[in-house]
T-cell receptor
Framework: KQEVTQIPAALSVPEGENLVLNCSFT??????LQWFRQDPGKGLTSLLL?????REQTSGRLNASLDKSSGRSTLYIAASQPGDSATYLC??????????FGKGTKLTVNP | DGGITQSPKYLFRKEGQNVTLSCEQN?????MYWYRQDPGQGLRLIYY???????QKGDIAEGYSVSREKKESFPLTVTSAQKNPTAFYLC?????????????FGDGTRLSIL
């Protein structure tokens, strides 16, 4: 059974810092990996999707990497801003074709 | 604007009562999903549907029911058999389960017990 772990559970950084969020998964036979952002009381917003054949994806200040063999992904946020404060969720789609989610990392960027 | 609309935003259930959460999408997506989110937990899959008039149980289907009579709509009923219904419910859709497109989410319904 696929399990997805996100470390740390919470992170607080000063504005302007570059930061990395981590995601690990137990079954490397994945179809894709997705990173989402969730603001308090809201639904999820898709940030990046990495297909199993890809190593990374970039969107603006965000860069996500995927290492299938080691079961790891990282989300890199450059020059963090207070507006980046949110919970970031990682999810993998495997052979069952259903998304399995981690519990998220709550990010606070302090002005 | 294309998207997913969930209603109501807040819902209160009395003991022994069934309640229905609405989910409508205008993205022309085939697949739709219902998730439950509890504090400090990841999203857990309740039910999903790949096509009209077909749906499958997810990991925590007990006490819930769904229908998929139209492509655009996937309502979730929380029955009185669900003894711990207080949670945040999220509806999602994607173009197809085997697609490499991201899932799109609604803004959720928060259900509480009166």
């Amino acid at each position: 059974k696929q399990e997805v772990t996100q470390i740390p559970a919470a992170l607080s950084v000063p504005e302007g810092e570059n930061l990395v969020l981590n995601c690990s998964f137990t079954d490397s036979a994945i179809y894709n990996l997705q990173w989402f952002r969730q603001d308090p009381g809201k639904g999820l917003t898709s940030l990046l999707l990495i297909q199993s054949s890809q190593r990374e994806q970039t969107s603006g200040r965000l860069n996500a990497s995927l290492d299938k063999s080691s079961g790891r992904s990282t989300l890199y946020i450059a020059a963090s801003q207070p507006g980046d404060s949110a919970t970031y969720l990682c999810a993998v789609k495997g052979g069952s074709e259903k998304l399995v989610f981690g519990k998220g990392t709550k990010l606070t960027v302090n002005p | 604007d294309g998207g997913i609309t969930q209603s109501p935003k807040y819902l209160f259930r009395k003991e022994g009562q069934n309640v229905t959460l609405s989910c409508e999408q205008n993205l022309n997506h085939d697949a739709m999903y219902w998730y439950r989110q509890d504090p400090g937990q990841g999203l857990r899959l309740i039910y999903y549907s790949q096509i009209v008039n077909d749906f499958q149980k997810g990991d925590i289907a007990e006490g819930y029911s769904v229908s998929r009579e139209k492509k655009e709509s996937f309502p979730l009923t929380v029955t009185s058999a669900q003894k711990n219904p207080t949670a945040f419910y999220l509806c999602a859709s994607e173009s197809g389960r085997r697609s490499n497109q991201p899932q799109h989410f609604g803004d959720g319904t928060r259900l509480s017990i009166l």
